[in-house]
């Protein structure tokens, strides 16, 4: 039996937290109001340091290392942004970063995780087995692994930022949180059943990598091969134990939006709010537009989640059409 | 003697302003921290109502209309940012706003304005003389005339974004603030006067268009021709009587910025702080990169006046090269 974390666990990685994290801001919006007839609050992890929420639970998992394990170091595999908060978080406590990087990940994002001062080993995914040189290095070295999602601490920091959009706005009717593996969502499902016990908390991944629904309809976590989706931090193939266990407890239901849905949501990110958001980012505003839910004269929150797009992907999305 | 503005007037607007205007948040960057070597607090007015910080000016000059002078409306001539701002303060006043445009004005901003119920008077800017026209207008319909800046309850509702830029991060050394026609820099010049008078303030223009500096140079008003620059918002070819009479005695100096020194900084702040800010908004972090100013070990204040850039030229501009 799986012992999963508690909103007091949340409420202590907000401690940790507190004046090295930013604390986000939470944005209106005029005309969200006017096209979903409801009053909506947009937190704003893109404006997280190193552009995620993904901060938030790496530094709250590796500031609580003991004093062995920080000086052995930690290592992560990831070609994402929890690569990035590693190394960030890790250099900020003072602790050596491994990250596992694929060689033909993108050399931007290997650049960005060694400019936080995280040393990359590469490796052929088509040859080298992760896995076993994650488990070689771990032995060899005595590292500490900190997995993407699937972490007690990992899940408890992620949790501060729906507590300080509750903290910001009061109790809420609805709020729409993207799902990848799941540590943003049980995070803040932990954070709305302790703040607002009312909130029906809803989970959204990209039609294409729809897992996460199929878990929860089936009750056991399905796996599903690497889905093909605009939305990269979404790219997960399965929950996690501890994640899977707190959102079927916790969440109302998980929803999905469509690639062309995160494009327009993007759109009006960046010519109404003024926001780059990255896809992933935008799974929560495109299912509060199109997923058919009941908003009307509600109180909706809204997770976006990053900004780290690539900036000519970026260009090259929002410039293909205006936002209608 | 013009009866300048003062302090007093900036914080008046701002109670009028409560609730009304966003307060906007004060965004940090640790790599522009980096780059200036310095602690640097950005004032993220494109996260205004209306893109940008007009909406403040405009709502505190119409806020004080007589009884009589709401019942007639307002007029004035804008094909910026002003007309958006007026159009909308004008709605949430139950004031009828009229907004003489150019016909060849883009259709994106025509529409935006109606969108905010202004009724939109077109003139060819070729064969009708604006000023004749709205000076029938003025008469005919008792219209009250809010000119973009250069009127006292405007610079004093500008003002009132470097005042919440003050009480958020304490005294600063030296703050930018971008320079058109001067509204919100003689309104940043009074808070900075009134609340961290040990605080360099500095206007920043693109370098087309430096009448701004000519005419601190010189000691009086110098008008130049329209200048040629992205910065849309500061095409202006003169600075007015009030705005020029507050800046001569409080501002620090008028620096200049490049067209490309201000792609520059909006990839920047689209790359690094997810945020879009039109041209004219970068004038200030442009101007704190390069304009060589001792910034080292400072507490540095740069204003991003507004974020009202048409997406398709917005994603032409960041998409041509990534920011280096």
């Not at 900190?146 to 949790?159: E, F, L, R, S, T």
């Not at 839910?293 to 970026?314: I, T």
Request: charge should be neutral; include cysteine.
């Amino acid at each position: 039996m799986l012992q999963l974390p508690t909103y007091d666990d949340v409420s202590a990685a907000a401690r940790r937290l507190h004046g090295l994290a930013h604390r986000t801001p939470v944005l209106r919006s005029a005309t969200a109001d006017r096209l979903l007839k409801a009053q909506v609050f947009f937190k704003c992890e893109n404006l997280q340091r190193m552009g995620a929420f993904k901060f938030r639970g790496a530094f709250n998992a590796l500031s609580q290392f003991t004093s062995e394990q920080r000086k052995a170091g930690v290592i992560t595999f990831s070609s994402g942004n929890h690569a990035q908060a590693i190394a960030l978080a890790a250099r900020l406590l003072g602790i050596p970063a491994t990250i596992l990087m694929p060689l033909d990940a993108p050399q931007a994002k290997m650049e960005a995780t060694r400019g936080y001062g995280g040393e990359v080993i590469t490796f052929d995914r088509y040859t080298q087995d992760r896995e076993a040189l994650a488990r070689q290095l771990l032995s060899d070295r005595g590292l500490t692994l900190i997995p993407p999602y699937d972490h007690p601490h990992v899940i408890a920091g992620q949790g501060t930022a729906a507590m300080e959009l509750l903290e910001d706005t009061g109790p809420l009717d609805v709020m729409f949180v993207p799902l990848g593996g799941g540590g943003l969502l049980s995070g803040s499902a932990l954070a709305v059943r302790a703040l607002a016990p009312q909130c029906k908390l809803y989970g959204v991944e990209p039609e294409a990598g729809d897992d996460g629904q199929q878990s929860l309809r089936k009750g056991e976590i399905v796996h599903i091969p690497t889905p093909s989706t605009l939305a990269d931090g979404a790219q997960t193939q399965h929950l996690g134990e501890y994640t899977f266990g707190v959102i079927r407890r916790d969440v109302q239901d998980i929803v999905t939006a469509t690639d062309a849905q995160l494009v327009d949501a993007m759109r009006f990110f960046a010519e109404r709010m003024k926001l780059v958001v990255e896809p992933t980012g935008c799974l929560g505003f495109a299912a509060a537009c199109h997923a058919g839910l009941p908003l009307e004269g509600k109180r909706v929150g809204v997770m976006l989640s990053g900004g780290n797009v690539d900036l000519a992907r970026f260009a090259q999305l929002i410039g293909s059409q205006g936002w209608a």
